[in-house]
């Protein structure tokens, strides 16, 4: 995009495995100001932080007046959250999506306090919006539908009116992608395997992220002193935390079970988004394969789950606070409790960001700022256009030395189990090419991708050069019925 060739990858192919608006904003930019998309994400991400903690306190002020001190609270949790600052720190999509998330629940709310058709069309707006930043964001389709026909109390014939309006707005962006998806690959949102992970493991996992972003990671406490010692202090803090938790369990009344109705009324579209996001995630990431369940994936459900959390502290546990301890002081001890459960928070957070400054990260880490092999390629320009070139890492070619590079061949979809290569089957067939170049990076993983050793049957290698970081091949089709070379 950012070289005005429309919605294609960097190899030329049409664009389908991801919806077009954050690589338009980033070609955007770099047709207007000429800025490298790889630098441009940061500045828009940065951006996209200040507009997350902004609408994240509006939700706060929506939901926790007047509890002043909670709300201010609350969007410092937002500010030194693990998820949102891990997802703004690299040029993905999550922190727009979180954007438009953070607006369809602003929009939404009032829909659903007004039934007014002006944010109707804005609660669309910014569902069609998520939908072209994340496929996932189909699921907002479906909350809002939900929200309209089930949370107001209009008239049937009006709901089926601001349910068809909000469909057309929503869906026909997304709907018109998908479409040219369709005729261009023939997939919808490009083919995937099926997944490696059951469903009870992405339920350890969402249940593992989700938890860790609260509390103490113990794999932490090995990652040096500062985090060893947030861990250990925590731990108290944690004690007394859970027993407060226990005793309000054990002495709920009936006035307590009618407040969490109100509460969950109250609170219904947060609950009903986050519900199906999770559920969504869980389940797709169980029939279909993608990136593991992660931090990155479940981030947009951090704030309304934070909301939640801090919801359910300023209207039943501060009332339980006040009533079974008539002492002055309660609200300060939950601020005070809540301020000493962000310690972990804060220090993983700032670790990030030290890292991040200190090393870099993704291709402008100093790993792949000083790699030896790029710099080879840089250096020797003239062995590089007489020949296709193959990789394990094409993306790493084109944006540290802008070569286009095809991937070498992949025993499995990936994060998928289904076979759909083997080194006997691709044998005499590849490369197809009567000579081609192999760049290899050691150390990046892939087990998906056939190894140096198993390619080395399929083909005739000979080697160019030996760095530090990878090497350099020839790569020469073998005929199928040649015995493997020593």
Not at 72 to 92: E, M, R
Not at 272 to 277: E, H, K, N, Q, V
Not at 387 to 404: D, R
């Amino acid at each position: 995009m950012a070289n005005g060739l429309g919605a294609v990858t960097f190899d030329g192919k049409p664009l389908i495995y991801h919806p077009p608006l954050y690589p338009a904003i980033l070609g955007a930019i770099y047709f207007i100001f000429g800025a490298d998309p790889l630098a441009s994400a940061h500045v828009v991400n940065a951006a996209l932080m200040g507009v997350i903690t902004f609408l994240s306190g509006l939700l706060f002020l929506e939901h926790l007046k007047p509890h002043t001190a909670l709300i201010f609270v609350g969007i410092t949790s937002v500010v030194v959250s693990i998820p949102i600052t891990y997802v703004t720190l690299w040029a993905w999509t999550e922190p727009l999506f979180i954007c438009f998330t953070l607006f369809t629940m602003i929009f939404s709310e009032s829909y659903l306090k007004e039934g007014s058709l002006r944010f109707l069309i804005a609660l669309s707006l910014c569902i069609a919006l998520s939908c072209l930043t994340r496929y996932i964001g189909v699921i907002l389709i479906l909350t809002g539908a939900i929200s309209i026909f089930l949370f107001r109390k209009d008239l049937l014939e009006l709901k089926i009116k601001h349910l068809f309006i909000f469909l057309i707005i929503s869906f026909l962006p997304i709907g018109a992608w998908m479409t040219r998806n369709y005729i261009l690959s023939g997939y919808v949102l490009g083919y995937r395997g099926p997944s490696n992970y059951s469903l009870w493991e992405n339920l350890f996992l969402t249940l593992k992220v989700i938890t860790f972003w609260y509390l103490p990671n113990p794999n932490d406490i090995f990652n040096g002193p500062i985090i060893s010692k947030a861990v250990e202090y925590q731990r108290v803090i944690l004690t007394i935390f859970v027993a407060f938790i226990g005793l309000i369990a054990l002495h709920i009344t009936q006035r307590t079970k009618n407040l969490v109705k109100v509460i969950l009324w109250e609170n219904r579209f947060l609950l009903l988004y986050l519900s199906a996001y999770v559920l969504f995630l869980v389940i797709s990431s169980t029939t279909t394969a993608y990136d593991q369940i992660s931090s990155r994936l479940l981030s947009p459900v951090y704030v309304p789950l934070t909301i939640l959390i801090f919801v359910f502290a300023a209207k039943i546990l501060l009332p339980y606070m006040n009533q079974s301890f008539p002492l002055k002081g309660s609200h300060n001890f939950l601020i005070l409790l809540i301020i000493l459960l962000l310690t972990y928070p804060i220090t993983k957070t700032t670790l990030l960001f030290s890292s991040a400054i200190s090393d870099g990260l993704g291709f402008r880490s100093k790993a792949w700022v000083n790699n030896e092999t790029i710099s080879y390629l840089l250096r020797n320009k003239g062995v590089t256009p007489q020949h296709k070139i193959y990789t394990n890492s094409p993306y790493a070619l084109y944006a540290l030395a802008n070569i286009n590079a095809e991937p070498i061949p992949q025993k499995t979809p990936y994060n998928s189990p289904l076979k759909i290569n083997d080194i006997h089957g691709l044998r005499g067939r590849w490369p197809e090419e009567e000579a081609a170049l192999l760049v290899w990076f050691d150390d990046i993983g892939r087990d998906y991708l056939f190894s140096i050793e198993e390619l080395s049957f399929v083909a005739d290698l000979q080697l160019i050069a030996r760095l530090r970081d990878g090497s350099i091949y020839t790569i020469k089709r073998r005929d199928h019925h040649d015995e493997l070379r020593g």
